[in-house]
């Protein structure tokens, strides 16, 4: 159980194009999802806290507008990249809570690469 | 943000070689966990501690929740091969809150 799957796993596009990653929680039901940027040999950085809903909460100096959220039910969240430039190249993870629950289940990633 | 101070930062060792690593912070959590990320890959949920002075084991891992509730530490024994990857501490405040991360250790494995 508490498996969650990210799509796609790799991307690659051309700068000023826009992105969206998909993440989904297979066998639960989760209210809230988390976005999570990780660079290379890095811990991971929380971006967004994604509530089903109701609008993300947003880390301080991630910007709303060019990383846009989505909850739209309770097993799938979607984070779109906008007018994507080559410093967003990076590795997005998401993560799932159970409901009630405090434990976070990690998607396997999806690595960006803009040109 | 803030950080949880994870050591080692990485460790070389030896097949069959114990391993411990352990996370510190200056502030109590009400959870600790740990995951293992290889490349390329989310991290994957390894112990999940929600009691101080919890010891849980899963295998050859063995994870502790210290009793001020300020440390934790996660023990492999008779490390493989495939144990290779970095390890991460977390730490959770709240029911509701986010998790803060460690540093992460960097596990590399001799045969």
């Known amino acids: 159980g508490a498996v969650v799957s990210q799509h796609p796993s790799r991307v690659i596009c051309k700068s000023g194009t826009s992105v969206k990653i998909e993440c989904r929680s297979l066998?639960?039901?989760?209210?809230?999802m988390f976005w999570y940027r990780q660079f290379p040999k890095k811990s991971l950085m929380l971006m967004a806290t994604?509530?089903?809903?109701?609008?993300?909460?947003?880390e301080q100096g991630v910007e709303k507008d060019k990383f846009l959220i989505n909850h739209a039910s309770l097993t799938l969240s979607t984070l779109t990249v906008t007018s994507a430039h080559p410093e967003d190249s990076s590795f997005y993870i998401c993560?799932?809570?159970?409901?009630?629950?405090?434990?976070?289940?990690f998607g396997p990633g999806t690595r960006l690469l803009v040109l | 943000g803030q950080q949880l101070n994870q050591s080692p930062q990485s460790m070389f060792i030896q097949e069959g070689e114990d391993v411990s690593m352990n996370c510190t912070s200056s502030?109590?959590?009400?959870?600790w966990l740990w995951y293992k990320q290889e490349p390329g890959e989310g991290p994957v949920l390894l112990i999940a501690?929600?009691?101080?002075?919890e010891l849980t084991s899963n295998g050859r891992l063995t994870a502790q929740f210290g009793i001020t509730r300020k440390d934790s530490f996660l023990n492999i024994s008779a490390s493989i091969p495939s144990d290779v990857g970095i390890y991460f501490c977390a730490g959770l405040r709240g029911s509701q809150g986010n998790l803060i991360f460690g540093k992460g250790t960097k596990l590399s494995v001799k045969p």
């Open positions: 066998d639960f039901q989760a209210t809230t």
């Open positions: 501690l929600y009691k101080a002075g």
């Open positions: 993560s799932a809570r159970l409901d009630r629950g405090e434990t976070q289940y």
């Open positions: 994604s509530n089903e809903g109701s609008k993300a909460t947003y």
């Open positions: 502030s109590i959590f009400n959870t």
